[in-house]
């Protein structure tokens, strides 16, 4: 195919066939039909990747397009993190930045891909000294960003247009967008301070194979794919965890040379994963074609779902926990019933990553309704 990877540039990428075969998701949960993406692993370095052509573009830019923040919520809502209470996952990701770095009282941050502003929102709340700034690409969010941070916090474009320096630079859930992310990644660091730092969150696939099925996830990052890319940029990682969120990376990032000393990632191959997947996908249809439509329905309406449901002739509703989703979703019009209010006696699907789908059938286990997990995923 003549490709070449994204991030070595060797030629050297290797497609495994099933994921034609898969159907696919929009980072905004929208359903896609298989056969419009390809999926390339580099043989030199390892990373996951897909191919960028102008078919993929042309999908990207069709996303984007009529991209509405989370899909699916009225408010535009910030997806819950759900670990036994409700918790806004900008809040727990602002409390580990600050139990991680020696913050100063004063300085500033730069947000890339600020959305709503549901992080620089969390940051002001921690620390009040510090002088906030939002990018975005467009200015649909410009009234809630400047009732955080004040008037003409908000800029729009590329950082690429942006000028000044920052003492913290965020891009939460930007940089698997980026399809030169090496490039992306030097532009955040022109814009730090001397002592500044850039800290970047995104999806682990080895954790959530689901985020392989994402159209326009340019680049699917382990520990060493994005060690790799944040080392090619000038950057050296000094914090790196898949826990903060679960089966998401943070990594917290100084301008120099080193690497972070951790253990080689272990996880599924990437063969493994979509194997998962395929696996996920027939015993959906088996749950449903067991169950009969009416009485069937899937947990949650992220990407997971919507992911699961375009492989299904039909799911007759949804189960979310977030109240802020619960009622008729748009993408489906279907409802989306708080557990308690499941019809007793329905199959629910929980089609989310092996441990959470667990988790969840466990809380909700004193409910009169057949829950059914995802399979383990192994390595
Ligand atoms: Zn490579």
Redesign the pocket.
Known sequence: MGTS?I????AELEFPGVYGSLPRVGSDSRPLPPGGGILGQ?M????VQKVINDAYRAECKAIYASYVMYGQSAESAEPKVFDGRPNLRSVKLVCAITRSMALPVAGSLLDVGCGNGNLLRSFKSAHPGWKLTGLELDGRHREAVAAICGGSSLRTGQLADVTGRFDLITAMHVLEHMVDPVEFLCQIRERLTPDGAAIVQLPLWQKNPFDLVVADHAVHYNADALCRVLNRAGFRPVFLSDGIIPRELTVIARPGKGSLDTKKTDGPSLDAALGWLSRVSALAAQAMNGAGKKYFGIFGTGNAAMWTTKALAGVNFYVDEDPTRQGINLLTGKQVYAPEKVPEGSTVFISLPPDLSESIKTRLRHLPINWLTTPPLEN
């Open positions: 990877c991030v070595c540039q060797k580099c030199t370095c390892g990373t």
